[in-house]
DNA sequence: GTCTATAAACGGATAGAC
DNA sequence: GTCTATCCGTTTATAGAC
C-alpha cells in the first residue's frame, strides 16, 4: 500500500470527527467546507475527495447513531409490558446520548441534520414519532405528552453539554436515567 | 404623516415575526436574507432599510426575550430563601416560555443566536451561568446540577415544540410548571 | 419606504496537475 | 490523497432612483 493510500480511513474518520465537533458549535449551516478544511489542515478539494456533497459529511456524521436509535425504538416497541417498553427505549436512548455526546444533542435541536438527510436516511421525523409514541403509549395522557417531549430534548442537550462533559460516562449515563425515569414516572433502581 | 411612514413600525413588527418563524425552521444561519425578504413580500434592499446587517436582525428578534430573562433571574436572586429564588425562577422562565414560545428554544440551541449577539447584548453565557446557578443553589449535588440542565433545555425545547403548538398558554404553563418542579424537587401546588 | 442595480465576498462544487 | 485553479450560484451589503 502507498503512502498515499494508507491514510484514507484514518483522514475519513478525523474529517467526520472535526465536522461534528465543528458542527455542535456553529450548526450544521454555519459550518462551511472551508471550516473544515482549514481545521483539518486541508483543502476543500481533499474534503471532496472523501465525500462528494456537505450534505454527505452531515449524513456520515449522524447516520451511525441514528441506525442505533431505529434498532433502539424497534426493540423496545417488541417488548410486551407497556413498563419494559419505557424502560426499554430510555435505556437505549441515554446509553446513545452517553456514547455520542454531542451527536445526539445535534440531531435533537439543529435544523440543518433534519435537511440534509431527508433524502438519504429512512424517515426521520417517522422515527421521532415512533420514539415519542412509546413513551406516551395508546391514549396518552397531556401529562405525559409533555413530559416525553421535556424527557427527549431535555436529555439530549445536557448530556451534549458542555458543562458535563467532564463526566465519566457511567456517572452521566447514571444521572441521565435517574432523571429520565422520575420525568416519566418509572421507578427508580434501588441498587446498581 | 406620509403613507411612507405610516407602516414603519408595522413593518418592522412584521419583518421580527417572519424571521422568528424563518429562524426556528432553517435556523439562523440557515435563514438568509432573501428568504425573509421573500416571506414579506419585498427586496432585500428594503430588508435593509430597517435593519443594516442580518446580526442586526438576529438581535432585535432575540433581545426583548432576553431583557425580561435578564430580570427573571435578577429577581430570582435577590430572594432571600433558597427555595423562593427556584420558585420564582422557574414560574418567570416558564412563563416566558409560554409567552414566547419558539424564541426561547432558538437562543436556547440556536448557535447563530449566540454569535450574532456576543457583540451586541450584555453577556449572554454569563446570564445561563446565573441562571443555572440559583437553580442548583452553593455547594450544588452532581444530581442537581444534571438535573437542572435537563429541566433548562427540555422546558425549552418542548416549550416550542411543534407538537404542543396547540395548547393554550395556561394549560402549556401550568404543564411545564409541574414538571419543572418535579425535576428540581420542589412541592407541586394543590390547587389552582 | 421600497425599488433596481451592482459590488464584493463566500458558499458549494468540479477539472486536472502532481 | 492532496493540491491549485476555477466556475457558478448565493449571500451580505451599498448606492442611488422613485
Redesign the pocket.
Known sequence: M???????????AR?LATALRLFTEHGV?G???????DA??????????????????TAAVTEPALRELETIVADAEAQRRRGAQVDHLLAGFVDLIVRHRALVALFSSDPGVARAIEHAAGDFEGLKERLVSVLVGPEPELRTTVAAHVALAGLALAGGAPYLAHLDDDTLRAELLDIGRRLLGRPRRAAR
Chains 1, 2 share one sequence.
Not at 2 to 12: Q, S, Y
Not at 31 to 37: D, E, G
Open positions: 502507498t503512502a498515499d493510500v494508507r491514510d484514507a480511513e484514518g483522514t475519513r474529517l449551516e459550518t462551511s467546507l472551508q471550516m473544515i478544511a483539518l489542515g486541508v483543502t476543500k478539494a481533499a474534503v471532496y475527495y472523501h465525500f462528494k456533497a456537505k450534505d454527505e459529511i
